[in-house]
């Protein structure tokens, strides 16, 4: 199974730094702190013309939460995903394409919902987890994902939708209602495949840094450019292989001509 298969590592990720400004506006607020905030209005005596929208808002959110958990919306998406991914038997590619947009389209018009209205309802978190899996499983498909959109899904994407590596630690798939059940599914196998090609992406970033810095010969360098290539990722670096390489050999061909006698033999692998 893909919880057994994953390493200890990768649920040992560092908390990131604290959100920025633009982060913090995405923020979601649930139903009590929003009751809050009219109660002090309220105890503060203040008479502000919009006050008792407030409470019109906490109608709107409840009546969301409601409309989420009708038995042909969030839960027939889960339940639609679920026997995609069972399907497809985790081949993430296959997943990806089999994928209908009207289902994709769904998801993501329940999550506008959820921002617009900043509801951090009971369902919020399924749904913004969901909509990430999918998120995820399109990313890993996409042929020559750039490595920072490739790190946005985890960080930025991620965060965005309560992931992280403490969900995986506390809660265990086979607690909560059938749809946490197919839902945790969903979730694991995405942060797990995520997390696999990242580690990949960073061991290739070492071999770079390493390489460039005690650079040999340009074969390394065509190592390096065909494992990037094999992996499926752009890095900004890869891009910087090809000047690299065209600058060694420049310098090969007028260190040569310069001193004949002491460079005759070195040919960096050419």
């Known amino acids: 199974r893909a919880r057994d298969a994953l390493p200890s590592s990768y649920l040992n990720i560092k908390d990131e730094k604290k959100p920025s400004p633009k982060m913090a506006q995405q923020r979601l607020y649930s139903i009590r702190e929003v009751q809050d905030l009219e109660e002090q209005a309220r105890e503060l005596h ?75 309802i009971p369902s919020a978190k399924r749904v913004l987890r969901l909509h990430w899996a999918v998120r995820v499983f399109v990313g890993l498909a996409t042929p020559g994902i750039q490595w920072q959109k490739l790190k946005d899904l985890i960080k930025k994407e991620g965060k965005n939708a309560y992931i992280s590596a403490e969900l995986f630690k506390s809660m265990h798939p086979l607690t909560g209602d059938a749809e946490w059940q197919m839902l945790y599914s969903l979730l694991y196998y995405a ?63 007028r260190a040569r001509r310069a001193f004949p006698n002491i460079l005759a033999d070195e040919t960096m692998g050419l």
């Open 191 to 253: 942060w797990f495949r995520l997390q696999e090609r990242l580690q990949l992406g960073r061991e290739w970033l070492e071999k770079y840094q390493k390489t460039v810095s005690k650079l040999e010969s340009i074969q390394a360098l065509d190592a390096l450019e065909a494992e990037a290539n094999e992996l499926d990722i752009k890095f900004l670096e890869a891009a910087k292989i090809p000047i690299l390489r065209r600058k060694c050999k420049d310098w090969l061909l």
């Open 46 to 120: 203040l008479l502000l013309p919009h006050r008792d929208d407030l409470n019109h808002h906490v109608v709107r959110m409840q009546d969301l939460e409601s409309y989420l958990n009708q038995p042909g919306n969030f839960p027939s998406a889960v339940s639609e995903m679920y026997d995609l991914f069972t399907q497809n038997e985790g081949n993430v590619t296959a997943l990806a394409s089999t994928i209908p947009n009207l289902l994709k389209s769904r998801i993501e018009s329940y999550v506008k919902r959820i921002r617009d209205y900043k509801a951090l």
